[in-house]
Structure formats: C-alpha cells, structure tokens
C-alpha cells in the first residue's frame, strides 16, 4: 500500500481545510487513519475510517470539527478540518493498517509523506 498525502497548508482560526490521502495498492481489509505531530510533541492519533465500513474513530479534541471520509471510486481518503484552532497545528500524516482500527501508530505499518497544517489566531 503506497499513501500520498496532500492539502496542508495555512489557514486562519475557524477556518477549514481539507486533506486527502491517494491510496494505491491492496485496500481490502485496510483501515486508514490521520496522525498529526506538532513540534516538540509526540505524534498523536485524529481519525481512523475502516476502508468498508461507516464506523469512524476520532480523538476527542477533534470530535465535532473533523470528518474522516473516504471516496472508494477515487482511492481517496479526506481529513475535513473545520473551526480550526492553533493547537491543530502540527504535520498530518496519513497512514493504512489491516484489520483493526488501533489508535497507536506503532500499530500501522504505511505511511504517507506528512503534510504541515498551520492555523494562526
């Protein structure tokens, strides 16, 4: 599985962006998640989507402001982020696992390249 993340870029708080993760590869069975690292921290878990399924996992800091979501025609996975706020701001990485949803990252074996989020106040 090759993941290609896309879509970072600056926004202002309470703005939206959108990321998207181009999937390639072997996607049955898979689950796709978003971390994102700030600087200074570790890296953390924001969502997680089964490839089949309608059962999103998200961390509680993001609940109510992003959607994960997938579209299977385009091989294409999105992080919708709205009423941004500064601490979201941080290198979003995509990634992809089978079986599971986990929210460890140890725990996905691809990656994608991270893309940097910037939200000023």
């Known amino acids: 599985v090759q993941l290609q993340a896309s879509g970072g870029g600056l926004a202002q708080a309470g703005d939206s962006l959108r990321l998207s993760c181009a999937v390639s590869g072997r996607t049955i069975g898979i689950v796709m998640a978003w971390f994102r690292q700030a600087p200074g921290k570790d890296r953390e878990f924001v969502a997680a989507?089964?490839?089949?399924?309608?059962?999103?996992l998200y961390t509680d800091s993001v609940k109510g402001r992003f959607t994960i979501s997938r579209d299977s025609a385009r091989n294409t996975v999105y992080l919708q982020m709205d009423s941004l706020k500064s601490d979201d701001t941080a290198v979003y990485y995509c990634?992809?696992?089978?079986?599971?949803?986990?929210?460890?990252?140890?725990?996905?074996?691809?990656w994608g390249q991270g893309t940097l989020v910037t939200v000023s106040s």
């Open positions: 990634a992809a696992r089978q079986g599971g949803a986990y929210t460890y990252s140890a725990h996905y074996r691809y």
């Open positions: 989507l089964p490839w089949r399924g309608d059962a999103p």
